[in-house]
């Protein structure tokens, strides 16, 4: 179904519910604080509403719901960066950020998820938003949709990232 066919409502409700858990995740991908978390994923919500509005069918809903999603989330960022000051690190020092696992109740696998949502929530928000909506999956070209980066752009990110991630990850790897 096109979604200029849709009413607002009907065209929210089908994204909202096809998005959802995405939307969660992406919030929780931007906020470490669990309740700050679920006020971001009302505030996407609310403007995800609004934006069906007009929304025209200029790119495919998916793309639509993240960039919707990720404006709000980096508005969110920028709101709170003023209000204390941030603890972002670039790229080139990735590698040096401590481990983030504190539980030692949570399975292996869950302490590296923890460790690399964190290492995530220390990049600055550019690189935050390519790493997150490349974990949910999207293309190179999707990402450039919704980032305004080339896709080339968007791929060469993606692998600097994953590289200075795996190695900040797996540390006793760099000495091989």
């Given amino acids: 179904m096109e979604p200029t066919a849709l009413s607002q409502d009907e065209a929210y409700s089908a994204a909202a519910e096809q998005f959802g858990g995405a939307i969660e995740r992406l919030a929780r991908g931007y906020e470490a604080d669990p309740d700050l978390a679920r006020d971001l994923v009302q505030d996407i919500h609310a403007a995800l509403w609004r934006s069906f509005e007009y929304f025209e069918g200029q790119c495919s809903v998916r793309s639509w719901v993240y960039r919707i999603g990720h404006n709000v989330a980096v508005s969110h960022i920028q709101a709170s960066r003023r209000a204390k000051p941030p603890a972002l690190v670039g790229l080139e020092a990735i590698a040096e950020l401590p481990s983030a ?45 919704v980032t305004g980066l080339s896709a080339g752009a968007v791929a060469t990110r993606i692998h600097r990232l994953k590289a200075l991630l795996a190695e900040a990850i797996h540390p006793e790897g760099r000495n091989q």
Avoid: F
């Avoid at 539980?103 to 923890?114: H, M, S, V």
């Avoid at 949502?117 to 997150?132: E, F, S, T, Y």
């Fill in 101 to 145: 696992d504190n539980q030692a109740a949570e399975t292996e696998e869950a302490q590296l998820r923890n460790r690399l949502l964190a290492m995530i929530h220390r990049l600055k928000p550019a690189d935050r938003q390519v790493m997150l909506l490349y974990l949910e999956e999207l293309t190179a070209e999707e990402i450039g949709e």
